[in-house]
């Protein structure tokens, strides 16, 4: 199924002459689940070498259990979700929802301070094998508090630098390259729209945090097979930078190595960027050496923080987020449509009923007059007994999307953090990267006009 691309803030691709692309999760496609279960296999290993229990090694990985765009609260061992002011909206202490009273109790009116190093965004898809895998460490602590575990804060910082390590080391990389079929998702359509786009004389770029022979394995299985009008990958792209060290390619200067596309060997290069494979640099060389105002590239990649906040704030280049989980977001907005609209019903119901409710008590309290105080009881119970079927109604909702956390763009009647991030810093999102290369290369993308709150009434 074919989904659009959606729009924050207006952008005339007409006017784009350099498109760069991340690769893992924008440009390569994984099955995201396969890819997060090896993930979080090479987590146990890696844990209990570091010596952690050996119970560890019954954790079955849950793919459902944690949602991008989660925050791990590493002091109180607890998962959040939060709304776009950064108020938590649901949270969860090991495998168990934390109920409404409890969190009060425990954060009482505390908005979240990302800056905070007590707290950790989840925020790319290579991240929920880590919130799992926290979580059941937290909930293994919390039933079997004899066994040696370390403090909640601890294990955060211990399963993050193990995910690194699986990263760093190949353990991961080598998997993937052995069965190839089984973790990265071919798709024609998205090379087909890259060549269509260079008809229209648009440069193509890559810009990714792995390394050359980990890209060429990937692109000579996924981009290659495909080409009509190019040889190779490499005739495609206009120049490929390996290794760039995102966010910091955005923001720090980094040197720039050229790197042999048949040997793999590098060599220091301090010319003027051209055609070719590179390792390192910074996105200043990119707008310096091509003569390019950033107005004039757009970036496209899956990591909000990675690829697109640090992005926006530092380089001002436009930006496109893919966000893969919205295919299922969308269908689901469908399927609960009848839901939703049976919720909205309810509450048209409990508005006039809480309006006459407001204006009996109004009148008992300021007024000193005679009300009948049935008909308060009544209307209380009619107003309890409607939100008793409209919570069971967003129960059910909720549950559609993901049985623990709901929607990934909302938080309960509010967008969440994630949403909030993605309307801020992206210019243009979208499900797939194949949404935007079927559209024509002139498209105009216009900015939906967003009432104000005082506006709708």
């Known amino acids: ?16 002459r350099y498109i760069g692309l991340d690769m893992d999760h924008t440009l390569i496609r994984y099955n995201s689940e396969v890819f997060e279960n090896l993930s979080f296999e090479l987590l146990k290993t890696k844990l209990i070498q570091k010596g952690y229990p050996e119970e560890i090694k019954d954790f079955k990985f849950n793919f459902h259990f944690a949602i991008r765009g989660l925050v791990i609260d590493k002091k109180r061992g607890n998962l959040l979700k939060l709304n776009r002011h950064s ?13 409404f009273k409890e969190q009060n109790k425990i954060y009482k009116s505390t908005y979240i301070d990302l800056g905070d190093p007590n707290f950790e965004a989840i925020d790319t898809a290579f991240s929920i094998s880590h919130a799992v895998m926290f979580s059941q460490i937290v909930e293994l602590k919390k039933q079997k508090p004899h066994l040696q575990i370390p403090d909640f804060a601890i294990v955060a910082d211990d399963v993050l630098a193990a995910l690194d390590e699986a990263h760093r080391d190949g353990s991961i990389k080598n998997a993937v390259k052995k069965d190839l079929p089984r973790y990265i998702l071919k798709e024609r359509e998205i090379v087909l729209g890259l060549e269509k786009f260079k008809k229209h004389g648009k440069k193509i770029f890559i810009v990714t945090n792995s390394d050359y022979h980990y890209l060429k394995t990937l692109f000579d299985y996924a981009i290659n097979p495909f080409l009509n009008n190019h040889a190779t990958w490499q005739e495609l792209f206009d120049f490929v930078i390996t290794y760039a060290q ?4 955005f923001y720090d200067q980094l040197p720039l190595l050229r790197v042999d596309p048949k040997t793999g060997l590098m060599s220091n290069y301090d ?12 996105a200043h060389i990119i707008t310096r050496d091509l003569n390019l105002h950033p107005d004039e590239i757009l970036y496209i990649g899956d990591h909000i923080y990675g690829d697109i906040l640090r992005l926006k704030k530092d380089c001002a280049w436009r930006t496109a987020m893919v966000i893969e989980e919205l295919s299922h977001e969308i269908e689901t907005n469908r399927k609960v449509k009848p839901i939703t609209c049976e919720i909205e019903q309810l509450m048209q119901q409990k508005e006039p009923l809480e309006n006459e409710l407001t204006e009996l008590l109004t009148r008992k309290y300021e007024e000193d007059s005679a009300v009948d105080d049935e008909k308060i009881e009544r209307i209380q119970r009619q107003i309890g007994d409607i939100d008793s079927n409209i919570a069971q109604l967003i129960k059910n909702q909720q549950a559609a999307y993901n049985p623990q956390w709901g929607q ?15 309307e801020r810093y992206a210019c243009i999102y979208m499900a797939k990267l194949s949404d935007l290369f079927s559209l024509s290369p002139r498209t105009y993308f216009r900015a939906p006009r967003r009432p104000h709150a005082h506006e709708n009434v």
Do not use: W
């Not at 108020?87 to 109920?99: C, Q, W």
């Not at 990934?408 to 993605?422: D, H, I, P, T, W």
């Open 1 to 16: 199924m074919r989904h659009r691309v959606y729009v924050n803030r207006t952008l005339n691709l007409k006017k784009i």
């Open 246 to 249: 995102k966010p910091r390619f």
């Open 87 to 99: 108020a938590i909206r649901a949270s969860y202490h090991g495998l168990s929802p934390i109920d």
């Open 271 to 282: 010319e003027p960027l051209k055609p070719g494979i590179y390792q390192g640099g910074c």
């Open 408 to 422: 990934l763009m909302r938080a309960g009647n509010e967008e969440s953090y994630f949403a909030y991030q993605v």
